[in-house]
């Protein structure tokens, strides 16, 4: 069976797999056959079989798989396995998991230019095919062992259910008594990977594996681990960015369980037997702060800077046609301007990391998307060598792109090294808030031109806003703009003749920016799927039959928006301050359309009763997890709508807790439905795309409601009240 996948033990990488990778892919014959080569096991248990950095089978047949990527409750430790069963033809329950240790040469993320990290919805996207290769590899090596044992042609055999059939026979043998045989076999220079028709495990609604540890407790989080001896620690870091400890009076701090101060330039922790002792002495502190050169900046004076920086022309990230000359032959012309706000994650598990720092090496345990920047960053802060520090990696109670940043980690290790044994720091809900790395706060400037039917004949659309991915991955960022920050504003769905799009890169002082879930997209398909309704009320029509008529060339997001609208009722009259609104939008290697059902009462106050999702993601490898997904991400989503800001006053972050950074209650909840478009092409993304098309299908809800046209985010519900 799937074992509990993160254990508070050190998990080694498989031993002796060299470094290699895979090479080469190419289609041919009726599957999909593919030219590659890959690393052979060496040194290890003498009966084991490891073909791959992915892959080891004992004598005893149990198959355990490295897994690459982290699970922070999307499902990946349950739709990747499958990806390995399919071709490997084992139950799915047969596979164990275990943290793939940091190792980029061996684990990192293709779709991520090689870096080790789980992000951008691209999990699946990216096992898709080197997972099912390494069990399609596996699995044609067991058969040659098998078949050379046996001494007949391979072609009389085939895998099943963990063992290998001689078909005129019936001879069988499983997989762990031909461990040592196949590990002695040549890697193949070509396998066929099963064609979609032959699935007989992806594409079905499997059972997650992590929900039973998840519901009786047994489930190891990075905040969950205790290792012998271990002290706990909480922190205070400069309230404002960029700001020291001037001076720190501890003479309150003497309290039952503190044990140390420690001091650093810009944070004062305080370590002791447990985190109420802890509190209790941080609160006892008395810190005087240097504020810095950002004491007295305010969310205000970004968007200024913003604003006025989109005055300016910016790097173009798609041009087609001739946009000012069609501008000008334009019947009518529609112009506005959106924003959205810096957001915080706010994951349910807050900041935490525990370290031991010893003179010959340095332990890490913590739970992140990125493992192999954590052990970087506690090598540097260290000055030890990268071989000299152990990352355990662990379950994730929530990411949402927080935790591809590796400061917690930094933080964790430069108060750790002034301790003596392992030591526990963990942030309060405060810290968390006001010192997380935020969603970019953006600045939109859009306009179209439209023809005497109202169809647009050009778009010029161009905002300003921090590009996160040229500070964590420089390589990306090429010419003035990455592949992020223009996702959803560039390559849209509709038929557009002359287009252009550009980007000014703004990095706002003060306030560090960083992945937020569906990142690009979630400004992006906000001000594009907001602006085409704008459009269509411009153009007098019905905003769901306008979409459909720029979709000649998109057939795939013609037949989600008709199917959303198809299972919403589109058309159907609503009450009097009930209103439907619907987006559609192509990110994340997914096409998704989304109808929302809203009320808006008379005092202004929204109420999301019903969300109608259709969704082509490719083969849906595991239909169910694709719902929760779905599910989760609206969710995320609509808080964000609703109540989702952080706001600058004096430097510091004004939001502190849930109670002024708020979380859509479970009451308030919407019904949510979602159909899977079937489908064969590879898989998309599915743990963002929901956050970004939810936005702009209530914004468009609350006109469809009020007749007031929403430019910013979140909802400014006063201006949504109607007179008594």
């Known amino acids: 069976m799937l074992r509990d996948p993160v254990p508070s033990r050190t998990v080694e990488p498989t031993n002796g797999v060299s ?70 033809e084992v139950d ?17 993320n293709p779709l991520l230019g090689g870096i080790q990290a789980t992000g951008n919805s691209n999990a699946i996207r990216a096992a898709w095919q080197p997972l099912r290769q390494a069990g399609a590899v596996t699995r044609t090596m067991l058969v040659s062992a098998a078949a050379k044992r046996w001494n007949v042609d391979p072609v009389t055999c085939r895998a099943q259910g963990g063992e290998v059939l001689h078909v005129p026979t019936g001879r069988r043998i499983k997989y762990g008594a031909l461990a040592s045989d196949a590990a002695r076999m040549s890697v193949p220079d070509n396998v066929a990977l099963k064609r979609p028709a032959d699935f007989k495990l ?24 205790r290792p012998p001896g271990v002290k706990i620690a909480t922190l205070a870091q400069s309230p404002v960015f960029g700001g020291r400890v001037k001076s720190v009076d501890d003479a309150a701090a003497n309290i039952k369980g503190v044990r140390q101060i420690v001091r650093l330039d810009d944070a004062v922790a305080v370590v002791a037997d447990h985190m109420g002792a802890a509190k209790k002495g941080l609160k006892a502190l008395a810190i005087e702060w240097d504020d ?100 355990h990696n662990h379950l994730i109670g929530g990411g949402f792109g927080r935790r591809l940043e590796s400061d917690g ?81 560039i390559n849209l769905v509709y038929s557009l003749p002359n287009l252009r799009v550009e980007y000014v890169q703004v990095e706002p002082p003060g306030i560090p920016t960083a992945f937020w879930r569906s990142v690009g997209p979630s400004h992006n398909v906000f001000v594009t799927e907001s602006f085409i309704d704008e459009l269509a009320v411009a153009a007098k029509q019905d905003p769901v039959a306008y979409r459909r008529a720029l979709l000649g060339k998109s057939p795939r997001a013609k037949a989600v928006l008709d199917l959303a609208a198809e299972k919403a009722g589109w058309g159907q009259s609503q009450p009097q301050g009930f209103g439907r609104g619907v987006s559609l939008q192509f990110v994340f290697a997914t096409y998704m359309a989304q109808i929302a059902e809203v009320e808006v009462s008379k005092d202004g106050k929204v109420r999301v009763h019903r969300i109608v999702c259709a969704v082509d993601c490719g083969i849906p490898v595991n239909p ?20 989702g800001e952080i706001t600058l006053k004096d430097g510091r972050v004004q939001q502190t807790n849930f109670d002024t950074y708020q979380m859509l209650r479970i009451h308030d909840a919407p019904a949510i439905e979602v159909h899977i478009v079937e489908s064969t092409e590879s898989p998309g993304g599915m743990g963002e795309a929901g956050t970004s098309a939810i936005v ?27 007179p008594a």
């Open 19 to 88: 470094r290699r990778i895979f090479l080469q892919a190419a289609a041919a014959g009726s599957g999909l056959m593919l030219s590659l080569r890959l690393p052979v096991g060496e040194a290890g248990a003498a009966d084991a079989f490891v073909p791959n950095a992915f892959i080891r089978i004992g004598s005893d047949g149990q198959v355990v798989l490295t897994m690459p990527y982290v699970e922070m409750g999307q499902g990946t430790y349950t739709s990747i396995p499958m990806l390995i069963a399919e071709e490997l």
């Open 92 to 108: 799915l329950k047969d596979i164990r998991l275990e943290h793939a240790p940091p190792d980029a040469k061996l684990y990192g």
């Open 202 to 225: 992806i594409g079905t609604s499997a059972k997650r594996f992590d929900t039973p540890a998840k519901v009786n407790g047994t489930a190891v989080y990075g905040i969950d681990v």
């Open 292 to 391: 810095g050169p950002h004491a007295k900046l305010n969310t205000a004076e970004i968007a200024n800077q913003l604003e006025q920086a989109t005055l300016n022309s910016g790097a173009v990230a798609q041009n087609i046609g001739d946009v000012d000359r069609a501008m000008t032959s334009a019947v009518t012309k529609v112009e506005a301007i959106y924003q959205v706000p810096f957001l915080a994650h706010a994951t349910m598990e807050p900041m935490n990391c525990t370290v031991h720092v010893r003179p010959d090496g340095c332990e890490v345990w913590v739970g992140s998307q990125a493992i192999a920047r954590c052990q970087a960053e506690a090598a540097k802060v260290t000055g030890l060598p990268l071989d000299k520090v152990i990352v």
């Open 409 to 489: 980690v930094a933080r964790a290790v430069e108060i750790a090294k002034q301790v003596d044994g392992p030591v526990k720091v963990v942030w309060t809900r405060e810290e968390d808030i006001q010192h997380d790395m935020y969603r970019p706060y953006w600045f939109d400037r859009i306009s179209a031109g439209l023809d005497v039917n109202g169809m647009p004949v050009a778009w010029d659309h161009r905002f300003a806003g921090s590009s996160v991915l040229a500070r964590w991955a420089p390589p990306f960022f090429r010419n003035g703009l990455d592949p992020d920050t223009t996702e959803g504003a």
């Open 624 to 643: 169910d997890t694709i719902r929760a997904q779905i599910q989760s991400a609206i969710i995320f989503g609509i808080t964000a709508a609703l109540y």
């Open 696 to 722: 702009p299908a209530i914004a468009n809800a609350i006109f469809a409601a009020t007749g007031k046209r929403l430019h910013k985010m979140p909802i400014d519900t006063a201006s949504l009240k109607r």
